[in-house]
């Protein structure tokens, strides 16, 4: 795929730069063996993988008590530091990391949006994992989803971004792996390009309403070209 024009692209986390998904299976996994829930289907897990880490845990589990939800978190993230301990490095979709790198060098002004929190989150924040990774070299800019008074899909967490780097709507990408990439994609007027990680994207039928030309759905970014 081709893409002319393209000065501008707004990076997903989780599902589309970083392979996090398989890292939550095993820390959900580790939860659930001292926190005394069921375990859910890996099928459950993909379809309500999405959102901020708490609505995650509190929907894949069925948590219902803000207190409960709150221990599992702390559960979970402690948990959590030990899976992304090591080489960060190895967590990235290599398709992924080495469109950013194509894009760098081409200059292309590159964001990071995500609704992963930044504070007390360790070696598992966005800005760690950004800076920790051959990431550093492409995306200089992250909203973290505590950073931020506006989460995705509203437009308007990204900022002032696209006026600061003079970029209009038609010269800007959003590259992700969900249906609220697509939506912050419409809500600011730019192409959107949603990798499909697990087999398909849970939601995306809720979007019908647009045409399916204003959402490509890819395998790979593997072929992604910026001319």
């Known amino acids: 795929m081709r893409l002319k024009g393209m000065n501008g692209i707004i990076w997903d986390l989780d599902g589309t730069l970083l392979d996090s998904f398989s890292v939550f299976e095993q820390i959900i996994a580790d939860v659930v063996s001292e926190s005394g829930h069921s375990m859910p289907t890996r099928e459950y897990m993909i379809e309500n993988y999405h959102g901020s880490l708490e609505e995650t845990v509190r929907q894949i589990l069925?948590?219902?008590s803000a207190e409960e939800l709150d221990g599992v978190v702390y559960l979970f993230l402690q948990k959590q530091e030990h899976h992304y301990a090591g080489d960060l490095e190895t967590y990235l979709f290599k398709d992924a990391?080495?469109?950013a790198q194509r894009a760098a060098r081409q200059n292309v002004h590159q964001l990071l949006?995500?609704?992963r929190a930044h504070e007390g989150r360790g070696s598992a924040s966005p800005k760690v994992?950004?800076?920790a990774t051959t990431l550093a070299d492409c995306i200089h800019e992250v909203h973290a989803g505590d950073e931020v008074e506006y989460r995705k899909?509203?437009?308007r967490s990204i900022g002032n971004w696209m006026?600061?780097?003079h970029l209009?709507?038609?010269e800007v990408l959003v590259i992700g792996d969900q249906f609220v990439d697509a939506q912050l994609a419409l809500n600011i007027g730019a192409r959107v390009i949603l990798v499909k990680r697990n087999g398909h994207i849970?939601?995306?039928d809720t979007m019908s309403r647009h045409n399916p030309r204003d959402i490509r759905v890819v395998d790979s970014l593997e072929h992604i070209e910026l001319v």
Do not use: F, K
């Open 202 to 204: 849970p939601h995306l």
């Open 168 to 170: 209009t709507p038609a």
């Open 129 to 131: 994992i950004v800076a």
């Open 113 to 115: 949006v995500t609704n």
């Open 153 to 155: 899909p509203d437009s």
């Open 97 to 99: 990391s080495m469109l």
């Open 62 to 64: 069925g948590i219902e």
């Open 163 to 165: 006026e600061r780097h």
